[in-house]
């Protein structure tokens, strides 16, 4: 096997591979782990978790706790300590899995490599032949074209670390999961935020009352939510940025980050010497149980713009080496996902959308169930959010879940298990959950749903 990238999708499928007694050799440029790893999910995350951290200090007051120390009452970010934190976690995070994966007798070539043919990878002077080939090259962040990120004032996502400090007033463009994410996450830890929109509300491909929620909070906790506003340029004017919208209207502001996208990284690999084929914007075209094009090259991750997903791209990895190796393999199922926003509060959610409901695609019986009434909930004072409950009219079998909480990248967990267990809302409902505890609106929201009755038509 020969694996061209090392991020979730290349070293997932090498671990696999080895298992199965394949000799796997990883060729990757950048470090094992990834663009996962080193600078989008893994350093993102960091950052949020220290952001978090910040909320939950404002707070303190409504618990009764009083922060006040002598003349200095407000809690500091040391901004080079922060990002050092997210640097050296990411390094060390990069360099477990190198380690892992070495000791399982994966040869690792730290090098650029480009397909020479459907069999062969070349990096570093030296020709790997395999008899599979997996591409999982990832993605990288888009520009526009007026808005040249020059990594200090005017940044891609991958770029903030690197900043002497935080931004005072930063310009977020894009209002999708990345931009929602860092703009949620700035915004706790002190910066004004503006975020640009081009949609009617923000994160406009999620949940639409998970959005609104989100919405609401942001604009409550004081960030500038530009809707229906999309960005043309952005240039750096003095000791800070300015951002012309297309209406003409400018947005000023000490940094601009752009999250408006992330584009394959499938130029100069070699696709065509393998014959493998990419669609019209550039992505690697796979099945669904990773097959290429050409026989015998699998792809998996960003590369193949399936879902821009840690957790899809090692899945896509995995059952490329399972196929490839002759095991049995579930193709991948993407109405099983789960996936979250790691804003505050976060949105997760698994199955079916509210939209296919909504659009009649699929029939179900949906229940909201308010954060606010769940007495852990207001122990900890939160109340935006809510548990969603998608249902099959008849059956009761559980099609799909969003739930608006704190950490509800951990509450999904139950509804993402009953879909892929085939449980009914009834044996969810009848699971116990702990008093109290934000999970225990998980049950009840099942216990909601049962409500309408066993026989109840949509
Ligand atoms: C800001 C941000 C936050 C994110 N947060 C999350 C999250 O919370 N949860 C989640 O599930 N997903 C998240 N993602 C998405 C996640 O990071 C990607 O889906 C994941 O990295 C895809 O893995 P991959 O293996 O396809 O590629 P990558 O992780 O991008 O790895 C590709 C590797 O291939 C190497 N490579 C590329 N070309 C070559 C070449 N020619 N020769 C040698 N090596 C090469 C690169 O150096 C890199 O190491 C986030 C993305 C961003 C941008």
């Given at each position: 096997m020969a694996i061209l990238g090392g991020g979730p999708g290349g070293y997932e499928a090498a671990l696999v591979a080895t298992q199965l007694g394949a000799e796997v050799t990883v060729v990757d440029e950048d470090g094992l782990g990834g663009a996962c790893v080193l600078t989008d999910?893994?350093?993102?995350?960091?950052?949020?978790?220290?952001?978090?951290?910040?909320?939950?200090?404002?707070?303190?007051?409504?618990?009764?706790?009083?922060?006040?120390n002598g003349d200095n009452p407000v809690v500091d970010v040391d901004a080079p300590a922060l990002y050092a934190r997210i640097k050296a976690l990411?390094?060390?995070?990069?360099?477990?899995?190198?380690e892992r994966v070495e000791a399982e007798g994966v040869r690792i070539i730290q090098a650029r490599g480009s397909l020479t043919g459907p069999h062969t990878i070349e990096a570093a002077g030296t020709a790997v032949h395999a008899d599979v080939v997996l591409?999982?090259?990832?993605?990288?962040?888009?520009?526009?074209?007026?808005?040249?990120?020059?990594?200090?004032?005017?940044?891609?996502?991958?770029?903030?670390?690197?900043l002497d400090d935080l931004p005072e007033e930063l310009i977020v463009v894009g209002s999708g999961v990345t931009g929602a994410?860092?703009?949620?996450?700035?915004?706790?830890?002190?910066?004004?935020?503006?975020?640009?929109?081009?949609?009617?509300?923000?994160?406009?491909?999620?949940?639409?009352?998970?959005?609104?929620?989100?919405?609401?909070?942001?604009?409550?906790?004081?960030?500038?939510?530009?809707?229906?506003?999309?960005?043309?340029?952005?240039?750096r004017k003095g000791d800070g940025v300015v951002v012309t919208l297309t209406d003409g209207r400018t947005v000023t502001g000490s940094h601009c980050l752009l999250t408006v996208g992330m584009v394959p990284s499938t130029?100069?690999?070699?696709?065509?010497?393998?014959?493998v084929n990419l669609d019209r914007r550039g992505f690697v075209d796979v099945d669904r149980v990773?097959?290429?094009?050409?026989?015998?090259?699998?792809?998996?991750?960003?590369?193949?713009?399936?879902?821009?997903?840690?957790?899809?791209?090692?899945?896509?990895?995995?059952?490329?080496?399972?196929?490839?190796?002759?095991?049995?393999?579930?193709?991948?199922?993407?109405?099983?996902v789960a996936s979250t926003i790691f804003t505050d509060p976060e949105i997760a959610s698994v199955g079916v959308s509210q939209a296919a409901v909504d659009r009649g695609e699929v029939a179900a019986?949906?229940?909201?169930?308010?954060?606010?009434?769940?007495?852990?909930?207001?122990?900890?004072?939160?109340?935006?959010?809510?548990?969603?409950?998608?249902?099959?009219?008849?059956?009761?079998?559980?099609?799909?879940g969003v739930v608006v909480a704190p950490r509800a990248s951990e509450l999904i967990l139950p509804i993402s298990l009953a879909?892929?267990?085939?449980?009914?809302?009834?044996?969810?409902?009848?699971?116990?959950?702990?008093?109290?505890?934000?999970?225990?609106?998980?049950?009840?929201?099942?216990r909601t749903v049962m409500e309408f009755g066993p026989d109840a038509i949509l």
């Open positions: 999910c893994v350093p993102s995350k960091t950052l949020i978790e220290s952001s978090t951290a910040m909320t939950s200090l404002g707070r303190s007051a409504s618990l009764g706790l009083q922060l006040e990411a390094a060390a995070q990069s360099n477990d899995i190198a591409i999982a090259t990832g993605a990288f962040p888009r520009v526009l074209p007026g808005a040249v990120p020059d990594g200090e004032r005017i940044l891609t996502c991958r770029q903030v670390y690197d994410e860092f703009a949620s996450a700035y915004q706790a830890l002190g910066t004004q935020v503006t975020l640009v929109s081009s949609r009617e509300r923000v994160l406009p491909h999620e949940d639409k009352d998970a959005a609104v929620v989100i919405e609401g909070v942001f604009r409550r906790r004081g960030m500038n939510v530009l809707g229906r506003s999309r960005a043309e340029s952005v240039h130029t100069s690999i070699g696709c065509e010497r393998a014959s990773s097959r290429t094009s050409a026989p015998g090259v699998y792809a998996a991750g960003d590369c193949t713009g399936v879902l821009m997903l840690a957790s899809v791209a090692a899945m896509q990895g995995r059952i490329a080496m399972w196929h490839a190796l002759g095991e049995a393999v579930q193709p991948l199922r993407l109405s099983h019986r949906v229940v909201k169930q308010p954060l606010a009434t769940n007495p852990r909930a207001k122990m900890g004072g939160f109340r935006d959010g809510f548990v969603k409950i998608f249902a099959r009219p008849g059956t009761g079998l559980v099609l799909g879909i892929e267990q085939n449980l009914s809302v009834d044996q969810l409902a009848h699971t116990f959950s702990v008093y109290p505890s934000l999970s225990g609106s998980v049950t009840e929201a099942a």
